[in-house]
């Protein structure tokens, strides 16, 4: 068998590309919020029905700018998720602030709400969550103790690409979301992201990061960065816009395919999602419970013997990495259910490209292990 990946990337047809390029190549204007960028910025606050939408050269650099939006206060403290990828931390971290880990919920893998008031201290300025998976984390009672103790709340939507809950776009909730366009996810622009927010007197702040803090020729007023996306990415973003619902489409059945075919598998858990949610199926993860017989690494390994690259997200937690030692050292974190789920959790190849035979070989391995 060819080789099977957790994520393929969506690409459009290469003579329509051809034409956008020939458009930009004629214009002159290759970078800087040309034609392409501010057509796809419009049409993607529309698609994903928020307010405002500010598009990014990538989703770290997006959520490095949301929080970065708010100037806390060095060495300030923001409550988040290990169970993530690493650039969650990080922009936590080179915003000069102290990320805080909090647990997640056995049954999404989302920050667990409950666990968030027992983080706060008087260093506390905002929670960080992310819609794992795509997963929506409870955003009402996440908000509820931020307004209870005047927190900023910042959503990591980059596996949330075009999800609603109760047929409200997920990047209305919090103070901004972060979405990623990496070629990984659903919806790509080669590298890409952007930031939603539903607040106007954030607009200002946040093109104004995204172009080095420069107003004018003679004009700089605020330690900006780099953050534009070029043509080039707006231009592959335009043409996926057109692809990515069949995509959706194709995942969304595969889901139900995936389900049946591993439902006769003892010790197999898969988190489902509440019926108000509109998934964005990013990807799809199965938990490997303590009665399965084999575990998570032996199917992760026979699963390779067939070219079938599945991929332990989000093993090692972020609370592992080395970098992060002395954080963990100071806080002592409290994590039982995210050291317990990253040893359990699989991520299985979830694109256009997984066919009737690799669920076949899928399930056979795992159903041999079982
Ligand atoms: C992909 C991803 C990012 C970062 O996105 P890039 O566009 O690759 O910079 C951030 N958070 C999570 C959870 C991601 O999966």
């Known amino acids: 068998m060819k080789n099977l990946y957790v994520s393929k ?36 606050k529309d698609e994903l029905c928020v307010k405002y939408l500010n598009l990014f050269n990538n989703g770290t650099i997006a959520l490095l700018t949301a929080i970065k939006a708010f100037s806390f206060p060095d060495k300030a403290e923001v409550i988040t998720t290990p169970f993530t990828f690493a650039a ?104 890409g992201g952007a930031l939603s927010y539903t607040d106007k007197d954030l607009e200002y702040r946040i093109k104004s990061l995204r172009n080095f803090g420069i107003q004018n020729e003679e004009l700089v007023d605020d330690i900006g960065i780099n953050g534009k996306m070029n043509e080039l990415q707006a231009a592959m973003g335009l043409l996926n816009l057109q692809l990515y619902r069949q995509e ?10 995936y389900i049946q075919s591993l439902s006769d598998i003892k010790g197999i858990y898969i ?20 009665s399965y017989k084999a575990n998570r690494d032996d199917v992760y390994h026979e699963l390779k013997k067939y070219n079938i690259f599945s ?6 937690a972020c609370s592992d990495y080395s970098c992060y030692k002395p954080l963990i050292k100071k ?6 259910v995210t050291d317990k789920i990253k040893n359990q959790v699989l991520c ?15 399930y056979k391995s795992i159903k041999a292990l079982s």
């Open 271 to 290: 988190p489902m999602f509440d019926s108000n949610v509109e998934p964005s199926y990013q990807y799809f993860p199965i938990i490997f419970t303590e």
């Open 311 to 316: 991929r332990r997200y989000f093993y090692p």
């Open 9 to 44: 990337p969506l690409l459009p047809n290469i003579d329509d590309l051809h034409k956008h390029i020939n458009k930009i190549f004629e214009s002159g204007f290759i970078t800087n919020m040309g034609q392409e960028h501010n057509l796809l910025e419009k049409k993607l």
């Open 88 to 191: 969650t931390p990080h922009c936590i971290t080179w915003n000069n602030l102290i990320p805080v880990f909090c647990d997640i919920k056995q049954n999404n893998m989302t920050i667990d709400e409950d666990r968030i008031e027992d983080l706060i201290t008087e260093n506390t300025v905002a929670i960080l969550g992310v819609h794992v998976y795509g997963f929506p984390c409870n955003v009402n009672k996440i908000q509820n103790i931020a307004q209870k103790y005047n927190l900023k709340v910042i959503y990591d939507a980059a596996h949330s690409f075009s999800s609603k809950i109760n047929g409200i776009g997920i990047g209305n909730f919090g103070d901004i979301s972060a979405f990623s366009f990496h070629a990984t996810k659903l919806y790509n622009t080669i590298e």
């Open 248 to 257: 959706k489409e194709y995942r969304k059945s595969l889901r139900d395919q």
């Open 331 to 336: 806080f002592k974190p409290n994590l039982p």
């Open 348 to 362: 299985l190849p979830f694109h256009s490209g997984v066919k009737q035979v690799h669920i076949d070989q899928i």
